[in-house]
Structures are given as C-alpha cells and as structure tokens.
C-alpha cells in the first residue's frame, strides 16, 4: 500500500486532513531572503572594496608625510645658522621649509586645499616625542577617502590623518652659538667669572645647564671677581638655574634665568690606533724643540723650554697628561686628545695653538674623552692665543692670565668653566673656527 505525500490531499497516518501551502507563499519568502542577503553581500564587498582602498589611500598619505617632513628637515639641515644657536633654527627657517614640505606633499597629490586635503607643517612638532624640540619638522596629512560602495551603508565622512617627524641639523659647533658652555646639571657656579682684570666674550651666548637656583650660597653661575665682564651686543648669559653677583665686577649683557637645560651632542672620538707611540716625552728647561704627531703617554715641558708642535694629532693616554710651564708652546693645524690625564699649561707662557682648518678635526683644538675627568687648565701671558674648539665635557676647565691680553679664539665646553686671572681675557666665538658637526637628515618619527 502507498503511502500519501504530505503534501497531497487525503488523511494523515493520524486520521487528520494535510493542506497543501501556496507556492506564491514561499516564493515571496524567498525573495525578502534574497533582498536582505543582496544587501549584506552589497555591504561586505563595499566594505572589501572600500576597505581596501581606504588602506592604499592611507598608505599613500603617509609616504606623502614621511618624504614631506624629509624636505623639510633637508632645507634646515642647508640651513646657515652663523653664530645662532640650535634652537633659533625653527623660527629661522620655518618660512622656507614649509613651502619646501607642503611642495613636496603636493608631489603626492596633496595641496592642501583645505576642502578635499590639509597639510599641516609644524616646526618645532606640535605632539608626540619630540614635542616642542628644535631642529624637527613635523608633517600632518588629513584627507578625504572617495568611496565606492560603502556609503550605501554608512553615511558618516570617511577621512583619515597620518603625520610624520624629520630632523635636520646644519653644519653646527657642538653647543651652537655659545662662546662658553658648562654642562653640569646641577652644580654650584658652573660658570665662574673670578677675575681681577676684565673679561669680553665676543659674538658668542654664555649658558649654564645647572639648575642650581639657592641663593646667596649656590647660584647656576656667578660673577665674585673685580674685573667686568661684557658681552657683544644682543648677547646673553643664559642658565637654566639663577644668575648672582657678589664682587664689585658687573656684566655688561643680558642675562636669562630659569632657561631649558640643553644636551650635548654626540661627538665622533679620534681614531689612534696604528698611529706611533712615543711613551713619556720630556723637554728640559731652556731646551729648544719640536715633536711629531703620534700617541704619548705624557708630554712635559719645563720652564723656559720651547716646545713646537707639528702639525697633526696628538693622543695622550697617560695619568701625567700634557703639562708646560712658561716658556713657549707653539703649534698650527694641531688637535690635543688625552684619554687620561689632565691638560696644565701654567706659569705664563707664550702660546700660539691652532686647531687644524682642514681634516677630520678642523677645528678642534683639546679634546678630553668623556671618560677623562681631569683639570683643563690653560693660562698665558700678553699675547698669547689659543684656536679652536675646547672640548672637555666631563672636566673642570679653567682660563686665566697674569699680565696683557690672552686671547682665547674658540668655543669653550666644560663640565664647569672658572674665569680668573689678572689679565684681560677675551673670547672670541667665531662658528668656522671651531669644530663642526655634520649636517643631519633623518625621519625619526
């Protein structure tokens, strides 16, 4: 016997009647189904296409930033800052890196219409790490995302914003426009002007990094002595602590408080190895001589001797250091670098030292390694003059003269400087005959 299709008239295997359902019914069903699955498939690929766009775009976008913050920080590192320091760079070069960045962003497509694209350059950065830092540039890209589909299912703006920091830093001395520099965070009088006689600082800033801000018994830096000091016109005496005078010298110049503490740099070391080594060198009073470059234990020069330098590095590696006592030290094209040891030239010698002007160390005249913590102590008499970059970051340096004038024709970085002495001082800042560093490009951010 056949069964009966449920979907047949007749009785059921329980006595009851089954009633056949309207095709029109299922139909109808399947279409709203067909309608609600079109609508979600139209969603994920507008979504996939859309999506996948929108990352292409941003992509884009933040090429356009990382090689416009690029030109920008290729124009500052060009960028001549003379005798400015570092953080005068933004406001001196702003105008034409701008153009130069929002140029650049142009070359992407974005010109900053400010309708469909904004390019936002901003020197120094406005956010993130290097907040408010010289010598970085800051791009910001916000544009509009065209889109294909997904629009049909969100009605919201579709943009996005990506940014990017470069720096660039120009051929520049180690602390950029200072005369004189103690780096000392937090010490009594890192810069001490002590003397008798006066004391003039040429085209050059004067900072303390020292916070130190108790006075009368610990100031950033002090003025105790006679003598005056003066400063070129529109120079300043910056700390980053407070400033005092307790002699009856005054100084002639602006003086800043409570300034931004600065780093230095890194600076590249000399190379000494494969140079001859010449041990302990000694020249006798009253004797008469001149020595290669080349690595020296020590260097001594007694009283009344006369001792002349050829051209070249020197490397000091021993705990008596480099010491002269009067007599005569001569030297051009020279560079001092003591990895031990201290640097004493007293008792009121002639001196005439240049730092090379050529050369991997143009312009640098004493170097004590970060590692060295030894005095750099550096006196003459009438007519003497030292050239070039002195450079002892981790050291006491101290400058003094008895008689005449003493030229120091350099940029002078100490841990702590002392000014004395009863002759007058005067140095000099010039950018070019100091140590230079290279010019720096680089996205960092």
Known sequence: MTRPSPRTSGRSLYGCALRSLPERHLGGQSLVIFALLLVALAGMAGLALDGGNILMIRRQGQNAADQASLAGAFIMSRFNLGEQPIHQLC????????TKARQQAGEYGYQNDTHDDWVTVSCPPTQGTYTSQPAYVEVSVRAQIPTALIHLVYDGS??????????????????QGYAIFGA??????????????????????????????????CSSGRLSGTGNVTLSAGRNFELAGNYRESGS???NGGVLENQDQQALPAVPTPDCSG??????????????????PGRYRSITSMAGANLTFQPGLYCIYGATGLQANGGTLAGDGVTFYLTNGPVEIRGNPLVTLDAPTAGDWSGMLFYLAASNPSNLS??????????????????????????GTV??????IGRTVEVGGNATLSVQYDRDDNFLLRPVVELVE
């Open 378 to 403: 550096l006196t003459g008499t009438a007519d003497t003059v030292y050239t070039g970059t002195i450079f002892a970051p981790n050291a006491p340096i101290s400058l003094s003269g008895d008689t």
């Open 275 to 292: 140079m001859p080594d010449y041990g302990i060198y000694k020249l006798n009073a009253g004797h008469t001589d001149s020595i290669p």
């Open 184 to 217: 000392d965070p937090d010490d009594c009088d890192t810069i001490w002007f002590h003397g008798n006689a006066d004391t003039f600082v040429v085209d050059g800033n004067i900072f303390s990094n020292s916070t130190a801000n108790n006075p009368p018994s």
């Open 158 to 175: 579709a943009e996005y914003t990506v940014r990017a920091v470069a720096r660039g830093l120009p051929l520049r001395n180690i602390a």
């Open 91 to 98: 406001s001196m070069a702003n105008a034409a890196l701008t």
């Open 407 to 412: 030229g120091f024709h350099t940029q002078v």
């Open 249 to 251: 010298g005054m100084l």
